[in-house]
């Protein structure tokens, strides 16, 4: 079944939105699998937004995603990848409609709530630097 990684940014954290955006997943049917509130050092941020390197604003995006707790999560289901970008909006709040999560909860581009993973490859990339093989849990069969 797909997999993605999810995670609750700092922004997020310190204003107690964890349940209401855990719920929304929940209420659609995917399953969280795995899930830890933890602060992210400067070698993971680095790792985990190689990508962002040569971007101008990398070091505050590294800066803001270390600068306090996180909640890091792994949800699993049916096309959950792109279905769970969809629920979670544009990267731009701004631009994010109302009825997702950054254009219910967002304001600005750099502190916008959430991460999700853009594909498959990079879902499994991002899973594997916060998150070893045996912290992810099994559902029963019929649930
Ligand atoms: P995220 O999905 O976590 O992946 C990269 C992040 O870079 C993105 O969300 C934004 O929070 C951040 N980002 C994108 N553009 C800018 C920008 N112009 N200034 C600051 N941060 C940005």
Do not use: C
Not at 16 to 42: H, N, P
Not at 124 to 137: A, K, P, W
């Amino acid at each position: 079944m797909e997999k993605t990684f999810l995670m609750v940014k700092p922004d997020a954290v310190q204003r107690g939105l964890i349940g209401k955006i855990v719920a929304r997943f929940e209420q659609k049917g995917f399953k969280l699998v795995a899930a830890k509130l933890m602060t992210i050092s400067e070698e993971l941020a680095s790792n985990h937004y190689g990508e962002h390197k040569e971007k101008p604003f990398f070091s505050d995006l590294v800066g803001f995603i270390t600068s306090g707790p996180v909640f890091a999560m792994v949800w699993e289901g049916e096309n959950v990848i792109a279905t769970a970008r969809q629920m979670m909006g544009k990267t731009n709040p701004q631009e994010a409609l109302p009825g997702t999560i950054r254009g219910d909860y967002g304001l600005i581009v750099s502190k916008n709530v959430i991460h999700g993973s853009d594909s498959l490859d990079s879902a499994e990339r991002e899973i594997s630097l916060f998150f070893n093989e045996d912290e992810l849990q099994e559902y029963l069969k019929d649930s």
